[in-house]
Nanobody, 120 residues
Framework: QVQLVESGGGLVQAGGSLRLSCAAS????????MGWFRQAPGKEREFVAR????????NYADSVKGRFTISRDNAKNTVYLQMNSLKPDDTAVYYC?????????????WGQGTQVTVSS
């Protein structure tokens, strides 16, 4: 079992930046693919980004490419999502995921989510 705890959400103006963190505990973090998803009010949960265990391979949704960066620090069992040039459309609850992380929304483990609100 892996426990995931997100932090770093909040309210920011359009054009601003936020960095989300996700701390993993429990079953070894080693070897786990990590990812971020988001769900806006009235919408389906959608894939944002994922990163392989080594950090070598990353994938991003088209809507965030060039603005968001996913990274990880395996020594700290933590994955990050740096979000720049934020837009009101980025407003959502952001969820951390681990294990089998599919761009279609399937994951082995989920965090409880952190709210990101971007004002215009």
């Amino acid at each position: 079992q892996v426990q995931l705890v997100e932090s770093g959400g909040g309210l920011v103006q359009a054009g601003g930046s936020l960095r989300l963190s996700c701390a993993a505990s429990g079953r070894t973090f080693s070897g786990q693919t990590m990812g971020w998803f988001r769900q806006a009010p009235g919408k389906e949960r959608e894939f944002v980004a994922r990163i392989s265990w080594s950090g070598t391979n990353t994938n991003y949704a088209d809507s965030v490419k060039g603005r968001f960066t996913i990274s990880r620090d395996n020594a700290k069992n933590t994955v990050y999502l740096q979000m720049n040039s934020l837009k009101p459309d980025d407003t959502a609850v952001y969820y951390c995921a681990a294990g089998v992380v599919s761009t279609t929304g399937v994951a082995s483990y989920w965090g409880q989510g952190t709210q990101v609100t971007v004002s215009s």
